[in-house]
Protein backbone atom coordinates (compact mmCIF):
# COMPACT_ATOMS: atom_id res chain seq x y z
CA UNK A 1 0.00 0.00 0.00
CA UNK A 2 1.09 3.47 -0.10
CA UNK A 3 0.33 6.35 2.21
CA UNK A 4 -2.49 8.55 2.09
CA UNK A 5 -1.86 11.92 1.07
CA UNK A 6 -0.49 14.41 2.84
CA UNK A 7 0.96 17.66 3.36
CA UNK A 8 4.80 18.38 4.15
CA UNK A 9 6.22 21.28 6.52
CA UNK A 10 9.67 21.23 7.92
CA UNK A 11 10.32 23.35 11.01
CA UNK A 12 14.26 24.60 12.03
CA UNK A 13 13.56 24.51 15.54
CA UNK A 14 11.46 23.45 18.39
CA UNK A 15 9.70 26.31 18.49
CA UNK A 16 8.51 26.26 14.74
CA UNK A 17 7.51 22.72 15.30
CA UNK A 18 5.35 23.45 18.09
CA UNK A 19 3.61 26.25 16.68
CA UNK A 20 3.02 24.26 13.29
CA UNK A 21 1.69 21.34 15.95
CA UNK A 22 -0.87 24.02 17.23
CA UNK A 23 -1.88 25.38 14.10
CA UNK A 24 -2.81 21.88 12.53
CA UNK A 25 -4.40 20.33 16.08
CA UNK A 26 -4.85 16.88 15.16
CA UNK A 27 -4.63 16.49 11.70
CA UNK A 28 -0.63 16.92 12.00
CA UNK A 29 2.20 14.01 13.21
CA UNK A 30 5.85 14.38 13.52
CA UNK A 31 8.43 13.19 11.68
CA UNK A 32 12.12 13.09 13.03
CA UNK A 33 13.80 9.62 11.41
CA UNK A 34 10.68 8.27 10.15
CA UNK A 35 11.95 4.56 10.14
CA UNK A 36 8.60 3.92 12.56
CA UNK A 37 5.93 6.37 11.56
CA UNK A 38 6.75 5.64 7.35
CA UNK A 39 5.83 1.69 8.02
CA UNK A 40 2.74 3.00 9.72
CA UNK A 41 1.95 5.39 6.93
CA UNK A 42 2.89 2.80 4.24
CA UNK A 43 0.02 0.53 5.44
CA UNK A 44 -2.41 3.18 6.57
CA UNK A 45 -2.53 2.68 10.22
CA UNK A 46 -1.70 6.44 10.30
CA UNK A 47 -3.32 9.04 7.93
CA UNK A 48 -2.08 12.26 9.55
CA UNK A 49 -3.14 15.30 7.10
CA UNK A 50 0.29 16.80 7.73
CA UNK A 51 3.84 15.46 8.49
CA UNK A 52 5.64 18.31 10.77
CA UNK A 53 9.74 17.18 10.20
CA UNK A 54 12.05 18.16 12.93
CA UNK A 55 15.13 16.09 11.67
CA UNK A 56 16.92 19.23 10.65
CA UNK A 57 15.99 21.29 13.91
CA UNK A 58 19.50 22.46 15.75
CA UNK A 59 18.52 22.83 18.87
CA UNK A 60 16.90 19.11 19.25
CA UNK A 61 19.93 18.16 17.49
CA UNK A 62 22.21 17.42 20.72
CA UNK A 63 23.21 14.34 23.29
CA UNK A 64 25.07 15.54 26.46
CA UNK A 65 25.68 14.81 30.18
CA UNK A 66 24.16 17.55 32.44
CA UNK A 67 23.04 16.79 36.16
CA UNK A 68 23.21 12.90 36.38
CA UNK A 69 21.25 12.13 32.79
CA UNK A 70 22.63 11.63 29.13
CA UNK A 71 20.42 14.27 28.00
CA UNK A 72 19.22 13.09 24.06
CA UNK A 73 17.22 15.58 22.07
CA UNK A 74 14.20 14.73 19.60
CA UNK A 75 16.22 15.38 16.51
CA UNK A 76 19.26 13.05 17.78
CA UNK A 77 19.73 9.99 15.96
CA UNK A 78 20.46 6.44 17.43
CA UNK A 79 23.28 5.93 15.96
CA UNK A 80 24.68 9.83 17.25
CA UNK A 81 24.11 8.02 20.47
CA UNK A 82 25.53 4.44 20.01
CA UNK A 83 28.38 5.45 18.38
CA UNK A 84 29.20 8.95 21.31
CA UNK A 85 32.44 8.11 23.14
CA UNK A 86 32.35 7.12 26.69
CA UNK A 87 28.53 6.27 26.51
CA UNK A 88 30.05 2.70 27.72
CA UNK A 89 30.70 4.63 31.25
CA UNK A 90 27.98 6.81 31.06
CA UNK A 91 24.93 5.00 30.50
CA UNK A 92 26.18 1.47 29.95
CA UNK A 93 23.07 -0.35 29.22
CA UNK A 94 22.20 1.84 26.89
CA UNK A 95 25.64 0.79 24.72
CA UNK A 96 24.69 -2.63 25.17
CA UNK A 97 21.16 -2.44 23.66
CA UNK A 98 22.18 -0.22 21.03
CA UNK A 99 22.95 -2.88 18.65
CA UNK A 100 20.38 -5.05 19.36
CA UNK A 101 18.40 -2.43 17.76
CA UNK A 102 17.14 -3.04 13.83
CA UNK A 103 20.50 -2.41 11.53
CA UNK A 104 22.72 0.41 11.38
CA UNK A 105 21.06 1.89 8.55
CA UNK A 106 18.06 2.24 10.55
CA UNK A 107 20.14 3.17 13.27
CA UNK A 108 21.26 5.99 11.09
CA UNK A 109 18.52 7.35 10.43
CA UNK A 110 15.70 6.45 13.37
CA UNK A 111 15.98 8.66 16.69
CA UNK A 112 15.97 7.79 19.91
CA UNK A 113 12.80 9.84 20.88
CA UNK A 114 11.13 8.65 18.11
CA UNK A 115 11.74 5.23 19.04
CA UNK A 116 10.14 6.35 22.80
CA UNK A 117 7.46 7.73 21.42
CA UNK A 118 6.29 5.09 18.85
CA UNK A 119 6.31 3.10 22.41
CA UNK A 120 6.31 -0.45 20.71
CA UNK A 121 6.54 -3.30 23.21
CA UNK A 122 9.06 -4.96 21.62
CA UNK A 123 11.25 -1.71 20.97
CA UNK A 124 14.93 -1.79 22.93
CA UNK A 125 14.59 1.95 23.93
CA UNK A 126 11.42 1.86 25.86
CA UNK A 127 12.68 -0.83 27.57
CA UNK A 128 15.99 0.86 28.87
CA UNK A 129 14.54 3.95 29.80
CA UNK A 130 12.60 2.31 31.78
CA UNK A 131 15.10 -0.18 33.52
CA UNK A 132 16.84 3.02 34.42
CA UNK A 133 13.66 4.78 35.53
CA UNK A 134 14.06 7.70 32.97
CA UNK A 135 12.10 10.47 32.02
CA UNK A 136 10.88 12.57 29.41
CA UNK A 137 10.54 16.00 28.49
CA UNK A 138 7.48 17.09 26.67
CA UNK A 139 7.25 20.17 25.10
CA UNK A 140 3.43 22.46 23.63
CA UNK A 141 3.04 25.82 22.86
CA UNK A 142 1.64 25.70 26.28
CA UNK A 143 5.37 24.92 28.41
CA UNK A 144 7.22 21.84 29.43
CA UNK A 145 6.21 18.90 31.38
CA UNK A 146 8.49 15.78 32.57
CA UNK A 147 7.12 12.34 32.86
CA UNK A 148 8.73 9.11 34.27
CA UNK A 149 8.47 6.27 32.00
CA UNK A 150 6.75 4.26 33.82
CA UNK A 151 3.95 7.05 33.63
CA UNK A 152 5.05 7.81 29.85
CA UNK A 153 4.25 4.41 28.34
CA UNK A 154 0.59 3.22 28.71
CA UNK A 155 0.58 0.36 26.68
CA UNK A 156 0.98 -0.98 23.33
CA UNK A 157 1.81 2.09 20.77
CA UNK A 158 0.59 4.23 23.66
CA UNK A 159 2.06 7.00 25.40
CA UNK A 160 1.16 10.33 27.71
CA UNK A 161 1.89 12.43 24.75
CA UNK A 162 -0.97 14.93 24.39
CA UNK A 163 -1.88 16.47 21.50
CA UNK A 164 0.18 19.32 20.40
CA UNK A 165 2.96 17.86 22.26
CA UNK A 166 6.50 16.43 21.41
CA UNK A 167 8.98 14.87 22.55
CA UNK A 168 12.03 17.29 23.50
CA UNK A 169 14.02 15.40 25.28
CA UNK A 170 14.88 12.14 26.85
CA UNK A 171 16.52 11.71 30.15
CA UNK A 172 18.84 8.32 30.60
CA UNK A 173 20.41 8.25 33.85
CA UNK A 174 24.21 8.23 34.24
CA UNK A 175 25.97 4.97 35.76
CA UNK A 176 25.69 3.87 39.06
CA UNK A 177 29.26 3.34 40.35
CA UNK A 178 27.51 0.59 42.28
CA UNK A 179 25.49 -0.93 39.90
CA UNK A 180 26.39 -3.62 37.28
CA UNK A 181 23.63 -4.24 34.09
CA UNK A 182 23.36 -7.10 31.17
CA UNK A 183 21.25 -6.70 28.61
CA UNK A 184 19.92 -9.64 26.18
CA UNK A 185 17.30 -10.19 23.77
CA UNK A 186 15.87 -13.20 21.52
CA UNK A 187 14.57 -12.49 18.12
CA UNK A 188 13.71 -14.66 14.89
CA UNK A 189 16.89 -13.11 13.37
CA UNK A 190 19.38 -10.10 14.24
CA UNK A 191 17.59 -7.09 13.87
CA UNK A 192 13.75 -8.44 14.06
CA UNK A 193 11.75 -7.43 16.61
CA UNK A 194 12.19 -8.59 19.89
CA UNK A 195 10.08 -12.36 20.87
CA UNK A 196 11.54 -10.87 24.80
CA UNK A 197 14.24 -8.58 25.52
CA UNK A 198 15.77 -8.08 29.08
CA UNK A 199 17.99 -6.24 30.99
CA UNK A 200 19.13 -6.50 34.65
CA UNK A 201 20.44 -4.11 37.19
CA UNK A 202 21.99 -5.09 40.39
CA UNK A 203 23.14 -3.02 43.21
CA UNK A 204 24.64 -4.22 46.72
CA UNK A 205 20.91 -4.00 47.92
CA UNK A 206 18.37 -4.60 44.81
CA UNK A 207 17.92 -7.02 41.59
CA UNK A 208 15.91 -5.31 38.87
CA UNK A 209 15.03 -7.06 35.94
CA UNK A 210 13.27 -5.38 33.01
CA UNK A 211 11.28 -7.38 30.04
CA UNK A 212 10.49 -6.40 26.87
CA UNK A 213 8.17 -8.01 23.91
CA UNK A 214 5.36 -9.72 26.52
CA UNK A 215 3.32 -7.55 27.76
CA UNK A 216 1.87 -4.71 26.15
CA UNK A 217 4.77 -2.06 27.42
CA UNK A 218 8.37 -3.18 28.94
CA UNK A 219 7.63 -4.19 32.82
CA UNK A 220 10.15 -4.02 35.73
CA UNK A 221 10.82 -6.20 38.69
CA UNK A 222 12.77 -4.93 41.48
CA UNK A 223 13.75 -7.74 44.04
CA UNK A 224 15.89 -7.83 47.23
CA UNK A 225 19.53 -9.73 46.60
CA UNK A 226 18.12 -13.43 46.08
CA UNK A 227 19.55 -16.14 45.25
CA UNK A 228 19.22 -19.90 43.99
CA UNK A 229 15.29 -21.06 44.33
CA UNK A 230 14.00 -18.33 45.89
CA UNK A 231 15.36 -16.03 42.82
CA UNK A 232 13.61 -18.35 40.44
CA UNK A 233 10.52 -18.78 41.69
CA UNK A 234 10.47 -14.89 42.24
CA UNK A 235 11.07 -14.69 38.47
CA UNK A 236 8.56 -17.35 37.62
CA UNK A 237 5.86 -15.62 39.44
CA UNK A 238 7.05 -12.26 37.06
CA UNK A 239 6.87 -14.12 34.02
CA UNK A 240 3.69 -15.64 34.85
CA UNK A 241 2.58 -12.03 35.29
CA UNK A 242 3.63 -10.65 32.23
CA UNK A 243 0.41 -12.64 30.63
CA UNK A 244 2.34 -13.65 27.76
CA UNK A 245 0.22 -14.42 24.68
CA UNK A 246 0.94 -16.85 21.48
CA UNK A 247 0.78 -15.53 18.16
CA UNK A 248 2.64 -16.57 14.96
CA UNK A 249 6.14 -15.97 15.97
CA UNK A 250 6.53 -17.53 19.55
CA UNK A 251 3.93 -18.85 21.90
CA UNK A 252 3.09 -17.73 25.67
CA UNK A 253 4.95 -20.61 27.09
CA UNK A 254 8.31 -20.07 25.01
CA UNK A 255 8.08 -16.24 25.80
CA UNK A 256 7.16 -17.17 29.87
CA UNK A 257 10.37 -19.93 29.75
CA UNK A 258 12.51 -17.32 27.67
CA UNK A 259 12.18 -14.38 30.86
CA UNK A 260 12.56 -17.25 32.91
CA UNK A 261 15.75 -18.92 31.80
CA UNK A 262 17.73 -15.40 30.49
CA UNK A 263 16.70 -13.48 33.39
CA UNK A 264 18.16 -16.02 35.99
CA UNK A 265 21.19 -16.15 33.50
CA UNK A 266 21.40 -12.59 33.32
CA UNK A 267 21.25 -12.22 37.17
CA UNK A 268 23.68 -14.97 37.98
CA UNK A 269 26.09 -13.54 35.98
CA UNK A 270 25.92 -10.43 37.42
CA UNK A 271 26.08 -11.55 41.17
CA UNK A 272 28.61 -13.72 41.00
Known sequence: ????????????????????????????????????????LNIRLAQPKVLVDISRCRDLNYGRIEKGVLAVGAAATQASVEWRAGLAQEVPLLALAMPWISHFQVRNHGTICGSLAHADPSAELPLCLTALQGEVVLRSHAGRRTVKADAFFQGMLTTALRQGEIIEEARFPVRDENARCAFEEVSIRHGDFALVALAAVVTPSAIELTVGGVADRARRLVLPRLAGVELSDAI????????AQSDTHASAAYRRHLVRELGRKLINGLIQ
Open 236 to 243: NDFAWDLD
Open 1 to 40: MKPAAFDYVRADSAEEAVALLREYGEDARILAGGQSLMAM
